[in-house]
Nanobody, 116 residues
Framework: QVQLVESGGGLVQAGGSLRLSCAAS????????MGWYRQAPGKQRELVAV???????TYADSVKGRFTISEDNAKTTVTLQMNSLKPEDTAVYYC??????????WGKGTQVTVSS
């Protein structure tokens, strides 16, 4: 069983920055992918950014150039640095990982609210 614990959400004004962290119960290299998804009220959950075990990244078009996903040196924490935040970035952000057996795990989510 994989446990993912998110931290770093909060309230920020438009144009500000937040940093989300996701601590995994295993090393990131043991997972096929780790990433962040978000779900705004009344909307479907959507991919924000994904990091593969090989180090490649994928971003949603809406966050390219503003958000950066990375891992720490110990490869146990994935971070999402969010800059130039917009009100439309308001959502609950979920950490996710997929194992090599294609089993997915989710964190409980952390609220990000961007005021205009």
């Amino acid at each position: 069983q994989v446990q993912l614990v998110e931290s770093g959400g909060g309230l920020v004004q438009a144009g500000g920055s937040l940093r989300l962290s996701c601590a995994a119960s295993g090393t990131i290299s043991s997972f096929k992918t780790m990433g962040w998804y978000r779900q705004a009220p009344g909307k479907q959950r959507e991919l924000v950014a994904v990091l593969t075990s090989g180090g490649s990244t994928t971003y949603a078009d809406s966050v390219k150039g503003r958000f950066t996903i990375s891992e720490d040196n110990a490869k146990t924490t994935v971070t999402l640095q969010m800059n130039s935040l917009k009100p439309e970035d308001t959502a609950v952000y979920y950490c996710n990982c997929f194992t090599w057996a294609r089993v997915g795990f989710w964190g409980k989510g952390t609220q990000v609210t961007v005021s205009s």
